[in-house]
């Protein structure tokens, strides 16, 4: 438990609040200053931020531009006050807080609803670093890259700071007051024309107290908004099985795969846990070894396919159709509705499913239909699977609700509802087409808005208060085996966010409750000493939920293949992976992280086939104009090997231009074509404009030149031949002019298997929160400025209608003989004793000799100042930094140090200790963060060292090792299975 | 060699004396009356130089991302203007230095603004290196200062090497001009009628006197300095190339670096001897001591190094092929059909193309043809400096970081400025020193017995 969440600042309150609590609970009070101090004048210090000038409205009519020019020039005198603080070291050392010292808290932090455990690093008191909870069974340890910006969102200056009435600073005293009128309304009327709206979550806590508040308002309504929510699994577990179970699935047992548009690595709460057991049914290093092989088919191009063995495009619409027609196979009835041009591998995929009996495992996406899940359901069943690589559980407790926003909004023409509390939603970005929620919302007499920015539905809200963050706030949640976890605060909430729960109390009556009594007061069945481990561990022991056996009903329950008509254009919909439905968006490590197959930054494109591009004569940047259902949206073509004829990838997440970081993000709202909770749509036209759009990538050649960049081969190439790696490389020289080093103490080294590598990227997500990379933004990344040290490069090879697609993590080799050593002028990169190829940055002048004779161009340089050191303009955005690595100015040269910090901090404990650093003590920030285990670090000098097993694997190579580099960074060869069956289709063997 | 073709202009036309020369060549320094078409150049002139002084606060303020450079190509227009600079100052030291050893009488009324111009464009030169890094205002890092910051240089890195040469190459053409400037600066002191300019050319003269000893002692020295300055024709540039060929990025690593980048620079270095001289001799009516045979041997030892530059391309790409790496060959085709093409391809039809017009006795001896084609060969030299320097590392070893750069206006505000601070600093000299030798001329005149 955080110390720091303790030391809470009181709330302000107001002489209302005061005087009930005077009255009620007799809280002692001092001074008629404190409460004179709360209302009025707080509310204008409080309003002395200039985020006020930001909520201009777009037409401000004359008396809001007087009153905000009124504001300013009081406030004016009022900033001048503001002295400098002198900050006095503590005079009282709180016990286990020393400086310098990180703690790590366990907590978990929320994906779409659902919890994933992570670890907090927390600088005395400031978090700065998320890693995953080994014990969690949803992060087995390892982070993705949206979770690492949790510590950059906590920080994010535009985050709402105030309470806000019709637009204005209040105070939350003033808040409360206004909730209390609306709880005495609701009491007196019973909840009736009220409604909450809530989002995605699967906290019990907030389950409870939504319960609580239906019992005391019985005619409250309480509605869900998920933009992002996929329900069909759901529906069809009610169809054939009577009640909401969700397949849980265990790729570690599962040897013939099939994903029927499934992107189990990159979507779905259960992502990190599945790539750790996916990689792990696939980890080669003999001849002996086995691995697991998958059948991708898909509606848009993902890692999943890019991991896959086989990968099949098909339109989102066929999908039903390969389902019914897998079904029926097994079933040994006839098949009829499953497109000719599927027929010839569809048969080698049933024998390898069938062969493979309770291993195999076919996996539905989670946007496919219900009756794509019912019929998987069936085949998973028919295979023996079930209770093997698929287990049913309960799932996880959700609220229940009555309704989604489609029905508030028509609650709300019906006039049946009056006052509307959002909590976290935004529906006025993320509600669908045809949906017109803002005209809903302008109908009501009362929103209150509750989030953690002054989002599109906080601007018309009668009310808008802003939330704590996750790292804020006491909650908990469950994971997607239904294990519970809690969520703990790392850091006391920097603008008085409150937490949901506490919204929630005090919409129960309850003024001024915390969210830890609410919490521990819903898991009282822990005692104390559970209370203390689950916090400690991050998990709820035996929380998780038990598998129910289920018996799948032979007709599938009378469940049907839609007819899709199938003219004109598929759209599939798919959420950003980094900004899901928008709310990360002013995330700028996020907007900047390149997206993992397009590797597009700051902006979303419409995905294309080559085949449809070139009939439609576009290319990429050019702008399409997308229509469909009476909508249509403008957006710049972006042509997508492997992706499927005559459908268009549409991301969901930008088009935002509400908050700074999102507002210089391009791109367009696929929610303007979104009809009601769809994730693929038929029938849309593709119209090409004149103009064109920029799209920015961080990668602009895709192929390897016929270079032995990744090298790669089929499991069987690689049983005949375990060092297909040295196939037709010449021998690497070993002589040079310069002596060789001697390394006494450590020889640091790496090991990336490629095999392992899926591109999720949260490696390079996690690199850049650990050792402070600054994001540059669009036109600086668009200009090829970014600063990333570590990247992933991105290669098709073979044809562009079903190219292979390797990724290959490149962070610095360290090289043996650094080229880059030798040409910089002033020592500034220099050898270490324990084999690092150091970036001295106060040294470097800027000459970029060394970037330029870096044959990887893994050095990054700061062509501007990306970093702020002037104090006085220094925000809240600076705590993120990691205090134990320098922060670079502009004109120096930087690079990956292979985490030198993390290893000068287990160096400083082990001489402590009297030890040699152990093997594996070491964890450096990407290998940390890796789902699937594909990176390996550790000292090259001991025998026995995992690192040094890995190296000497016989697919071990090094990357341009033709030009006596020595790399420290070793790549392991990217071995794949395809089935021989197949392998006559143009698709991988062994390159 | 003065007679050894019947046909060929002569060095000095007409007849002179002593105080018509020194008259005519000191008049334009100590009367002070320019024509106004000087002036007005002068002053676009200046402009340019504020153009350089903005761009470079800019620089200083914003950073180098202010160019056009990135990831993967670091490099920029810094480089490929400080290598053609440098290469311009070479024909000044090859006329004043090579020619002297080798007794071509024909130099002596271009030398004085030959050495002039190389001074000028080192001193150019000198300033992109600097300009190039990332903390311009470290720059004295690279020097071997014994300091409490216990940095040093590290020599393996060529840059160093570099910095030493332009050190030496700046010092010693310095010194050269300086010295071959005495004997003139004592006639200006002699002829000046106002008390200020005979103390400025007085002090500057360091007592020249003109007596035997002087001229005895004169001889050594200059000679000296002569022999010391000809090595460096080869060697500053050689060690310039070693820049790029000491790296292993792909197009960089040449072992015909050092005799191409001389080679070239002789070419750039004549191109702009003609560019400053055929003006020069117009405008100051001084045909008749910078006669067509002038123009004809610059004309001539282009072509020379045009060829040998021609051959340096030609070596390059077959040594790329020839080597049998991939990666130089995708280099050299992606040079040729990439996204530097259309600078590529207008590079070779100037310095190769273009260069080949001078193999006519008629070219070489028409004027504004010869000024159109001197622009034209430095244009296509910094085009050539500029696909050395960006062509490399943009198609290197790894295809998932091939890039290329961009140029924004502050690569060319300070090539601009640069290039007018040039003209203007060629302006000043020629306003306050003499432009042409006048002892030499003298001489010149006496021995091929032009004396009246």
């Known amino acids: ?991 | 060699m003065a007679d050894t073709s019947a046909n060929s202009p002569v060095v000095l036309r007409g007849r002179h004396d002593f105080p018509e020369i020194s008259g005519r060549i000191g008049s334009i320094v100590l009367n002070g009356r320019l024509p106004r078409h000087f002036w007005t150049a002068f002053f676009l002139c200046f402009l340019l130089v504020l153009l350089l002084l903005y761009s470079i606060t800019y620089l200083i303020a914003v950073g180098v991302g202010a160019y056009g450079i990135n990831m993967p190509v670091v490099w920029g227009t810094m480089i490929s203007n400080f290598v053609w600079w440098i290469g311009i100052g070479h024909a000044g030291t090859l006329i004043s230095a090579v020619l002297l050893l080798l007794r071509q009488p024909w130099r002596a009324s271009i030398n004085r603004f030959a050495e002039a111009m190389t001074l000028f464009a080192v001193a150019m030169a000198g300033l992109f290196p600097i300009l190039h890094l990332g903390r311009p205002w470290f720059f004295y890092w690279l020097l071997p200062l014994p300091n409490v910051h216990m940095h040093w240089p590290q020599w393996r890195s060529p840059l160093v090497w570099d910095f030493a040469a332009i050190a030496t190459y700046a010092t010693v053409s310095l010194l050269f001009w300086y010295m071959g400037l005495l004997p003139d600066l004592a006639v200006l002191r002699d002829r000046a009628r106002s008390r200020p300019a005979q103390l400025f050319y007085g002090i500057l003269a360091l007592g020249w006197r003109g007596s035997a000893h002087h001229w005895a002692r004169y001889q050594v020295v200059y000679f000296l300095l002569a022999a010391l300055a000809t090595p460096l024709v080869v060697s500053v540039h050689s060690i310039v190339s070693l820049d790029f060929t000491f790296a292993i990025t792909p197009g960089y690593h040449s072992t015909i670096f050092p005799p191409y980048f001389v080679a070239g620079a002789l070419l750039s270095g004549f191109a702009m001897v003609l560019t400053i001289a055929i003006p020069l001799r117009w405008a100051f009516s001084v045909e008749d001591l910078i006669t067509l045979r002038h123009m004809d041997n610059a004309a001539k030892l282009m072509i020379a190094a045009g060829m040998v530059v021609a051959y340096g391309y030609v070596s390059e790409a077959f040594f790329a092929w020839y080597s049998g790496e991939p990666y130089e060959r995708a280099m050299m085709v992606q040079r040729a059909i990439g996204p530097y093409a259309p600078m590529f391809w207008t590079m070779l039809s100037l310095n190769c193309g273009v260069l080949q017009l001078l193999w006519f006795t008629r070219v070489r001896r028409n004027m504004p043809l010869l000024f159109a084609i001197a622009i034209a060969i430095n244009v296509g030299m910094w085009i050539e400096r500029y696909i050395i320097v960006v062509t490399g590392p943009s198609r290197d070893y790894l295809p998932s970081a091939w890039g290329q750069q961009s140029l924004t206006w502050l690569d060319f505000g300070i090539l601009f400025g640069s290039v007018g601070t040039f003209f203007a600093l060629v302006f000043l000299f020629i306003r306050i020193l003499p432009a042409i030798t006048i002892f030499e001329v003298e001489e010149l005149a006496e021995e091929e017995g032009k004396l009246k």
């Open chain 1, 1 to 991: 438990m955080s110390v720091i969440a303790e030391a809470k600042a009181p709330p302000a309150i107001d002489i209302a609040t005061l005087r009930r609590r005077l009255t009620s609970d007799g809280d002692l009070w001092r001074s008629l200053d404190e409460i004179a101090g709360t209302a009025e004048f707080r509310r204008f210090v409080e309003a002395e931020f200039p985020a006020i000038a930001e909520r201009l409205p777009a037409r401000p009519n004359r008396r809001t531009l007087l009153k905000l020019m009124g504001a300013s020039l009081s406030l004016a005198g009022l900033a001048g006050c503001s002295r400098a603080e002198s900050i006095v070291p503590y005079v009282r050392q709180p016990e286990m807080l020393i400086p310098g010292k990180p703690a790590y808290y366990a907590t978990t932090l929320s994906s779409d609803g659902f919890g994933i455990g992570a670890i907090i690093e927390s600088h005395e008191g400031r978090p700065t670093k998320v890693e995953g909870n080994p014990d969690h069974p949803a992060s087995r340890g390892a982070t993705d890259a949206v979770m690492q910006a949790a510590v950059l969102t906590l920080f994010d200056p535009d985050r709402s700071r105030m309470p806000l009435k019709d637009g204005e600073p209040a105070s939350y005293g003033d808040f409360l007051k206004a909730m209390a009128g609306l709880v005495s309304r609701w009491t007196a009327s019973q909840g009736r024309g009220g409604a909450l709206l809530v989002e995605a979550t699967t906290s019990p806590t907030l389950a409870a107290q939504l319960d609580a508040l239906r019992a005391r308002y019985p005619e409250l309504k309480i509605y869900r908004h998920d933009p992002l929510a996929t329900p069909a699994a759901g529906e069809a577990s009610h169809a054939l099985f009577g009640s909401g179970l969700t397949p849980l699935y265990h790729f570690d047992r599962a040897e013939t795969i099939l994903s029927l548009d499934a992107d189990f690595l990159g979507e779905g709460p259960g992502r990190l846990a599945y790539a750790r057991d996916f990689a792990a049914r696939r980890r080669v290093r003999s001849p002996n070894d086995r691995m697991s092989r998958l059948y991708a088919v898909e509606s848009t191009p993902t890692i999943t396919g890019a991991a896959a063995d086989h990968r099949f495009a098909a339109r989102p619409s066929e999908i039903e159709a390969l389902a019914a027609g897998l079904h029926a196979t097994l079933e040994g009835q006839a098949v009829a509705s499953v497109p000719p041009v599927y027929t010839a591998w569809m048969a080698a995929l049933v024998d390898d499913l069938k062969a493979a009996g309770r291993s195999a495992l076919v996996v539905p996406g989670a946007h496919q239909s219900v009756f794509v899940h019912a019929a998987v359901f069936a085949v998973n069943a028919r295979l023996g699977a079930l209770g093997n690589t698929v287990e049913f559980i309960e799932a996880p407790d959700a609220p229940q609700v009555d309704g989604d926003l489609e029905a508030m909004c028509e609650a709300i023409a019906h006039g049946a509802i009056d006052t509307v509390v959002v909590l976290g939603a935004n529906p006025l970005h993320t509600a669908s087409a045809g949906l017109d929620a803002r005209k809903a919302f302008s109908d009501l007499e009362l929103l209150v808005h509750h989030g953690l920015y002054r989002d599109e539905t906080a601007f018309p809200a009668h009310w808008h208060a802003p939330a704590a963050h996750a790292l804020e706030s006491w909650s908990d949640i469950r994971a997607y085996d239904g294990t519970a976890s809690l969520v703990q605060p790392l850091i006391a909430p920097l603008y008085d966010g409150k937490t949901g729960h506490e919204l929630l109390a005090v919409l129960g009556g309850q003024f001024q409750t915390d969210a830890l009594p609410l919490v521990r007061q819903h898991w009282a069945g822990l005692d104390d000493d559970a209370w203390k481990k689950a916090l400690r561990d991050g998990v709820i022991v035996n929380s998780a939920a038990r598998p129910v056996s289920v018996t799948v009903p032979p007709d599938l329950a009378g469940l049907k293949p839609a007819a899709n008509a199938g003219n004109g254009i598929d759209i599939r919909f798919v959420a950003d992976p980094w900004l899901r439905d928008g709310r990360y968006a002013n995330a700028s490590w996020l907007q900047e992280l390149p997206r993992p197959l397009t590797k597009i930054v700051w902006g979303n494109a419409a995905l294309v086939s080559p085949a449809t591009a070139e009939r439609l004569k576009i290319g990429n940047g050019d702008v399409i104009n997308v229509a469909s259902n009476g909508a249509d949206v403008d957006a710049p073509a972006w042509i997508a090997p492997g992706h499927p004829d005559e459908t268009i990838t549409l991301s969901f997440g930008f088009g935002r231009k509400v908050g700074s970081v999102a507002a210089l993000s391009e791109g367009y709202d696929a929610f303007h074509l979104r009809r009601a909770s769809e994730w693929f749509a038929t029938g849309a036209t593709i119209a090409p404009r004149k103009n064109s759009m920029r799209v920015i990538t961080t990668q602009q050649h895709q192929a390897m030149e016929g270079r032995a960049i990744v090298r790669h081969a089929s499991l069987d190439a690689f049983r005949q031949t375990p060092d297909f790696v040295r196939k037709d490389a010449p021998p690497s020289p070993t002589e040079s002019l310069y002596p060789e080093w001697h390394y006494d103490q450590e020889a640091w080294a790496m090991a990336i298997d490629l095999s392992a590598c899926i591109g999720c990227m949260a490696c390079v997500s996690a690199c850049q929160a650990e050792n402070n990379i600054a994001p540059v933004g669009p036109d600086e990344c668009e200009r090829g400025h970014e600063m990333h040290w570590l990247r992933i490069d991105r290669y098709y090879d073979g044809p562009v209608d079903a190219p292979d697609t390797f990724f290959q993590p490149v962070p610095c080799m360290h090289c043996e003989k650094a080229p880059c050593e030798v040409v910089c002028p002033v020592n500034a990169t220099v050898h270490t004793h324990d084999g690092l190829n150091a970036q001295v940055y106060n040294r470097c002048i800027g000459t970029r000799y060394c970037s330029q004779n870096c044959p990887y161009k893994v050095r990054r340089f700061n062509f501007l100042d990306h970093q702020s050191f002037d104090k006085d303009e220094a925000g809240p955005e600076q705590g993120v930094h990691n205090p134990n690595v320098s922060v670079r100015s502009r004109g120096v040269m930087e690079k990956c140090t292979y985490c030198v910090q993390r290893i000068s901090a287990k160096r400083i404990q082990a001489q402590i200790e009297n030890r040699d650093i152990a093997d594996g003590e070491v964890v450096t920030a990407c290998q940390q963060a890796c789902p699937t285990q594909a990176i390996t670090f550790g000292d090259r000098n001991r025998k026995d060292a995992r690192v040094v097993r890995e190296k000497a694997a016989p697919q071990n190579y090094a990357l341009l090792e033709e030009l006596n580099t020595r790399p420290r960074t070793t790549y392991l060869g990217k071995i794949s299975n395809p089935n021989s069956r197949l392998a006559k289709l143009g698709e991988a063997t062994d390159g």
